[in-house]
């Protein structure tokens, strides 16, 4: 599956579409501290934190990557449901990868205390995981 991972910063109405579905599934652990999936959406937009994986002109899966500060930060990384064991969250994550080490800057996940699913997923792949 061909998923190109791209900024969200001026989204068509069907990409807010997409977006709203993607974090519908959330669990709500994952869109803390935002109080809904609406607000993480506009404050993504907001500070241009927003990146998603695209594929035939649909998102599948989003994430925030924070670019300021000592390292940059991956946080609420999330694939619809139906989507979900196709590979669009690791294309997320290797971009941002990529991207972070292009910009002189190590990657970190971020993840709430305890949460063993991120901690796996920072394990496997070698980021260190911030806890929020």
Known sequence: MPVSVEAVTEPSQQDRTDLVKIFADAPSWLLAPHADAAALI???????????????????????????GPHWCLSHLCVRAITRRRGVGRRILEESQRLAREAGKELHLAAPTDHLEAQALAARAHLPLDII
């Open 42 to 68: 506009e404050a993504g937009l907001a500070d241009r934190s927003l990146i998603a994986g695209r594929f035939n002109d649909r998102l599948l899966g989003a994430a925030l990557l924070q670019r300021d």
